[in-house]
């Protein structure tokens, strides 16, 4: 596509529960990462793809925190037994090659809101 | 681990002032990274400044890489309405592929 597509835009979920929030990359980039921006804050990064190697899970807050990305495109991000302090945007980002001097594209995040 | 600090946090200017905001890392960067972000959108990457005391415009927006490649700022002459926005550096060190944000500078410019 054109750009970073992300799903759903916006989630309300009862804390306790699974959600599963999904990034669709620009059509090439083999980088992929994953931040989430509390109300005001700055970008906490979670986690970062490159192409077939392994995940830099470093940014995970806990291991109710997973995601993974299959064929090297689409990427789900996934938080067990959701808990009121998960709210926030969660931004999905891609960029081109293994050269990690290019800007990130951003999508338009998932807000996600834990009541 | 890596921090980078911004300031100020938020700044008011009348439209026609100067706006600057200052970006500190804790540990020497290979690179650093500017973007903007309006009002309930998201991040949209500006530019990048690679080399020890690097000084790039964009019209009416000047960046700055320190010698120490520690630093940065980026400096917005005469702002416009359309500058509204909340600023983020960011930056990576040593061998971490992912980028580190500073916390953001919002701007909101006064008509």
């Known amino acids: 596509g054109a750009g970073v597509s992300q799903s759903p835009s916006n989630k309300v979920t009862e804390k306790g529960k699974d959600v599963e929030l999904r990034c669709d990359p620009i059509s090439g980039h083999t980088a992929l990462y994953w931040y989430r921006q509390s109300l005001g804050q700055g970008l906490e990064f979670l986690i970062y793809f490159q192409g077939n190697s392994a995940p830099d899970k470093s940014g995970l807050p806990s291991d109710r925190f997973s995601a993974e990305r299959t064929g090297g495109s689409v990427s789900t991000l996934t938080i067990q037994r959701t808990q009121q302090e998960d709210s926030a945007v969660y931004l999905c980002a891609s960029s081109s090659g293994a050269n990690p001097n290019y800007g990130y594209t951003f999508g338009s995040g998932t807000r996600l809101t834990v009541v | 681990g890596q921090q980078v600090m911004q300031i100020p946090q938020y700044q008011h200017v009348q439209e026609g002032e100067d706006f600057t905001t200052y970006c500190n890392s804790s540990?020497?960067?290979?690179?650093i990274q500017w973007y903007k972000q309006r009002p309930g959108g998201h991040p949209v990457f500006l530019i990048q400044l690679v080399k020890s005391g690097e000084v790039k415009k964009q019209k009416r927006l000047t960046f700055q890489f320190g010698e120490a490649k520690k630093n940065s700022s980026l400096h917005i002459t005469a702002t416009q309405t359309t500058d509204v926005g909340t600023y983020f550096c960011?930056?990576?060190?040593?061998?971490?592929?992912?980028?580190?944000f500073g916390s953001g500078t919002q701007l909101t410019v006064l008509p």
């Open positions: 960011a930056g990576r060190s040593g061998s971490a592929r992912q980028l580190t």
């Open positions: 540990t020497t960067l290979s690179n």
